[in-house]
Each structure stands twice: as C-alpha cells, then as structure tokens.
C-alpha cells in the first residue's frame, strides 16, 4: 500500500562503507576491506536480489493482512464496501527502516488495524472470555499465516510485553506486531507520526506502534541520513563484535545505539562518517552519566489527555535509578535503556574508551582493524558461569529460550549483589548439544567472574541462594512444563565447553579444547593447588617467538604431567594475544595458567542444578 512504500526505507544496494576512504580523520574505510579484523562485514550489504525478494515479502504480507481484515470485517455484519474501507497498513521500523540492516537480517514489521480488529481475539485466535470459543480458524491471523504454505518456524507470543509473531516468510524472519487503534477506518493520509492515533490505545497498542514512532522520528532528526546509516552500521558492527549489543543483556540494543549515533550526526552535522566514528567514541567517553542523551527536548504540549507515562526523573523515582539514559524522541518519551546495569555500564565505558584509545593512535595510519576486533571474553575471565537452557522438541526450546532470555537481567542483578564479586555478561548464545541426549535441545549463556576477596583467608563464593531465587521467577511461567529447565553451573576457564571455540579464537590460532571435568589436582601435603613462579615480568615476544614458547611449554607440560597442565594452557591464551601484539612474559603466562586454577575458583560449589 501507498504507506508502507512511504514508510519503508530501501536499504542502499552501494556499500554505505564506501565513504569511509581514508584515514581515521580523512573520512576513510574502503582501503581496510580485507583486513584481518573483520572489516568486510561492516560493508556487507544486500545484493539485489535479496533487496526484491525482501520487498516481494512485505508486498504479500499485506496482501495477507489486507484480505484478513477483511474477512474479520465481513464475520461482524459488514459490506463488503465497508470492509474495503476500514483499511490495513503494514509498516517497517528498527534497521530495516533505518537502512542499517545486513544480509539475512530480520524484518522488524507492524501492521496497523482499526477498531473492529482484536489482537487478542482476530491475531492470536484467543477466546474473547475465559471459558469461551475460539474464532474460526480463517479469521485468526496467525492460522492464516500458518496454512499459508510459505511460513515456518512461526511462534506467537501473545503474553509478551510488546505481543509478537515470529516467523520465516518465504526464507525472510520476520518479527509481526499489530496495533489496532480506535479509529474506525484508516484514511489515505493516515500519519503514524500524529500523537492523537494514540488516543484511548491500550498499553500494549502503544508499544506495539512505538518502534515506528520512533524509528521515524530518528529519521526526521538527522541532518545527513546517509552519513548517519553509514556511522551507525559501523557502530552496531563494533558493538557486536566487542560484546555490547544486546538490550535484554542489559547492554544497548539497536534503538540505544541508533539515537546516540543521530546525537553525534546532530552535534557535528557537517561532518564525514570516520569523523562522526571518531566524535562517538570521544563524545560519549566523557558524558557525564546519568546525564540523558536527548534529540530534542521532551514537549508536553497537547498530549495532557493521553496520559501514557513518560520519562521524568523529577516526578518518577524509578527513572531517577536509571544509569545510563537514551532517551526516545516520539511520545511517550522512554529510556531505551533502562536494562543497563552497574556491570554492563562499566562494560560499555570501558569499551567506549578502547574505541577513542585506538582511534586516537591511529588517526594517521587510517586503520580501524583493532578497533572491530572480536571480543575476548573467553580469555579475559578467569571463572565463568553457565547457564544452559534446556527443553526437549524445537518448539518448546524457542519459547522457552526467549522467555529465559528476558530473564537473564534478573539474575544479573541478583550476582551483583553478591560481595567480592564482579560480573561480565556475554550477550551471545551458543547451541550446546548433549551426546548422551540428542533429543535435548541446549542453549548456553556465559557470565564472567571476578573476584576481589579483602583477605587470603576468606575466599568462598555462594551462587546457591541467588540462583535459587532466580529459579523462582523463571519457573513461575504459566506455560513451562518438565521438559523445560534450566542448568547453571560455575565452572573455569579451562572446563568450557567446544561450542565456545569459535568464540575463543575465530582466526584459529588456538587449538580446540575438549572440555575437562576436573581442575587441577591439590598438593596432597597442603591441600592447596600448587602455585608456579611467575614473577619474571612482562616482555614484548614476536608471534612467531611466542609460538616456540607454546611449543616448548607443551613439551614440558607433557613431561611434568597434571602438575603443569595450567601453564599449558595459559600459554596457549598468551599466543592468543600474541597476535595483537600483546604477549606476556613465559613467567607471566604461567602465573595465569595458575590463577586460572586458583584465586577462589576451589571454592565454588561444584554445580547448582535449577
């Protein structure tokens, strides 16, 4: 319909990492493409063909909604005459609208109802009174869908906070909101942006068309969109690969990023995008948090009788705890990022400022490869804890996943309470089958740990009682059964399991390690792990120098037995860094074989089982 092609925004076939061609303060990126750090998929785009075949989607998919509304409207009494008026449109927000997505991305779509439409009833195909019937299965959108024959792996989440339908439509994922707003027909000039198609909307309608309002509103507020896309397509590749993207993690998810990215295009609206790149990293290293980030003042003017609850830290204590505040510029205005946390905020500083370090050193060289270097998360920590979750059937796991998922942050809080400890979540998942369950299905979520214990006598951590209560919350979901659970397990570094690997080192230089049930073996006299000297300092080794090290260590590891089998390993990270040019010491990578083992990891319970 003439909406949606108003409102959909065509993702540019030239690689918007074109404008990036020359140093870090020229404006360059182009020169960098097949560096070793991954640069290329900064400017991976679209072909064509799947272009079309996107829009070829969206065009069905209204043809879908369109002739769904007007079987509603013929089952309430309707002419047909009057069913072809009520209208439908089909919008598109998040990266997609923004012109920011990559290849094999998700469609983030809202269709737009009038009155007669019930989400509840007409959507989700759910009784209009508990105990009642059901609708006929051809008024029921999500039937539809399914009897289609071009849907697949299609999940409706009717008791989301922002109700959904997920789904594969002709190979395209699509993510399904419906807003169905107090009007009775939707007219030809009907603008989304106009704060009165709020008006009496229930909650949930309000955050279903809220992703619209706002994606559109960011659109509206930059000075340069094409600047803009091209910054932020480089700011969310940078964000995922450092471990900072993810809203339900309590880091920043795509709206977060894409409102500080229009901040920056706002406060330098005339510059290039490797120098918008450069002003994101020092801008935001020295905001003074919680300090909001803002597009343009928040009015009040003309919505006092719509009463949706905006962010107000003067009126609303809530929003007064909120750390790191990103503000959305459509009413109601709303942190993007009330999830982010003690932890996760300390997380994205101190990356926000390896970002500005780095520029900083490479303004002359032009390079961006360190910068969009993967995070090393699985070489950093010392401890970590995993938490597995497990249903039995693909559709049970997809449904079990995600609400767990949105749970995640509970538990979060909860270990930051714990003394003594520091906790770094990884907001990436892994598909971790079990061979002695192929029926299984197990996803697995990875928490690093940190401790600073006061004193060498008390060293002893206890996960039981907040991931107990966490426990709680998760199995308080109506619709669990026994064939869903979850499994949390503090475990070291050593002792992670092979479906991390890639993740440890995708250029490969670390070797694949089977994961290992037992730590290293006490010293039967004292009791305690044994301690290697590592007191030699810290040297500056070429990769190949630090090879022969991890050569040499293997050799002696072999010789020694169990008793030098952490030095093995910790060499083995130290070529890791090798290849950022970063070594440690043979001394010093012993010292970290040997607190990978020790420094409070013994007295971690050996599993808690939820």
């Known amino acids: 319909g003439g909406a949606a092609a108003g409102r959909r925004a065509k993702p540019a076939v030239r690689d918007d990492g074109a404008d990036f061609a020359g140093g870090a303060e020229r404006g360059g990126f182009a020169e960098h493409e097949g560096a070793g750090g991954g640069l290329a998929e900064v400017r991976a785009d679209e072909s064509r063909v799947e272009m079309q075949r996107r829009e070829s989607v969206l065009g069905e998919l209204e043809g879908v909604v369109t002739e769904w509304v007007r079987r509603v409207c013929l089952a309430q009494g309707m002419t047909e005459g009057m069913a072809a008026a009520s209208g439908v449109r089909i919008y598109t927000f998040g990266s997609y609208r923004l012109g920011v997505n990559g290849p094999g991305a998700d469609i983030d779509t809202l269709c737009v109802t009038p009155r007669h439409i019930d989400r509840a009833r007409d959507v989700f195909g759910l009784p209009a009174y508990a105990g009642g019937p059901a609708p006929p299965a051809e008024n029921v959108l999500v039937e539809i869908l399914r009897a289609s024959g071009k849907v697949e792996d299609l999940v409706a989440v009717a008791e989301a906070y922002v109700p959904v339908v997920k789904m594969k439509y002709n190979g395209v994922e699509i993510d399904l909101l419906c807003a169905c707003l107090q009007v009775n027909s939707l007219p030809e000039d009907f603008d989304i942006l106009n704060n009165a198609v709020l008006r009496n909307v229930d909650d949930a309608t309000q955050r279903s068309i809220n992703g619209v309002r706002v994606t559109d509103a960011i659109l509206e507020l930059v ?30 998810g795509g709206v977060a990023w894409a409102i500080l990215v ?84 300390a997380i994205i500083k101190k990356e926000i400022s390896r970002g500005k370090t780095l520029l900083d050193q490479n303004t002359e060289s032009g390079s961006f490869d360190e910068l969009f270097e993967k995070s090393g998360f699985f070489c950093e920590c010392k401890n970590y804890l995993e938490v597995d979750i497990c249903a039995l059937g693909l559709e049970k796991a997809r449904r079990w996943k995600g609400l767990v998922e949105s749970k995640l942050r509970f538990l979060i809080h909860k270990l930051e309470s714990i003394p003594n400890l ?34 060498e006598t008390e060293k002893k951590v206890n996960f039981t009682e907040p991931v107990n209560e966490w426990r709680m919350q998760v ?57 290697l000297d590592g007191e030699n300092g810290e040297e500056k080794l070429a990769p190949e120098v630090a090879a022969a090290a991890v050569e040499a260590a293997e050799v002696k590891a072999a010789e020694d037995g169990a008793a030098a089998a952490g030095a093995a390993e910790a060499v083995a990270v130290g070529v890791e860094a090798a290849g950022d040019g970063l070594v440690p010491g043979a001394g010093d990578a012993e010292k970290v074989g040997e607190d990978a083992a020790g420094e409070g990891a013994t007295d971690l319970p050996a599993s808690v089982l939820v």
């Not at 490797?274 to 928040?298: D, N, Q």
């Not at 790191?324 to 109601?332: D, F, K, L, S």
């Not at 503090?490 to 399991?497: G, H, T």
């Open 223 to 252: 000075p340069n969109i094409e600047n803009f896309r091209t910054t932020l397509r480089a700011v969310k590749f940078w964000a995922k690969r450092r471990g900072v993207y993810s809203n339900v993690m309590g880091f920043l």
């Open 262 to 345: 229009a901040r920056i295009c706002q406060l330098y609206p005339n510059a290039a995008p490797s120098v918008l790149l450069s002003r994101f990293f020092k801008v935001l290293e020295f905001w003074k948090w919680p300090g909001p980030v803002l597009l343009r003042p928040i009015a009040h003017d003309g919505v006092a009788d719509l009463a949706f609850k905006e962010w107000n830290p003067t009126l609303n204590p809530a929003d007064r705890r909120h750390l790191m505040p990103v503000i959305t510029p459509a009413y109601p205005a709303m942190n993007s990022t009330h999830n982010v946390s003690l932890s996760t905020l």
């Open 422 to 455: 520091t906790v770094h979540p990884f907001p990436v998942d892994f598909s971790n089958p079990r061979e002695n369950e192929p029926s299984l299905c197990v996803t697995s979520f990875f928490f690093g740990l940190s401790f600073d214990f006061p004193n």
């Open 475 to 531: 199995h308080d979901w109506p619709d669990r059964d026994q064939e869903m659970f979850v499994e949390v397990f503090p475990i070291k570094r050593k002792q992670l399991p092979s479906c991390v690997t890639p993740a440890i080192n995708p250029a490969g230089r670390l070797k694949k390690k089977k994961r290992k049930s037992e730590g290293v073996v006490p010293d039967p006299s004292t009791n305690k792990v044994p301690r």
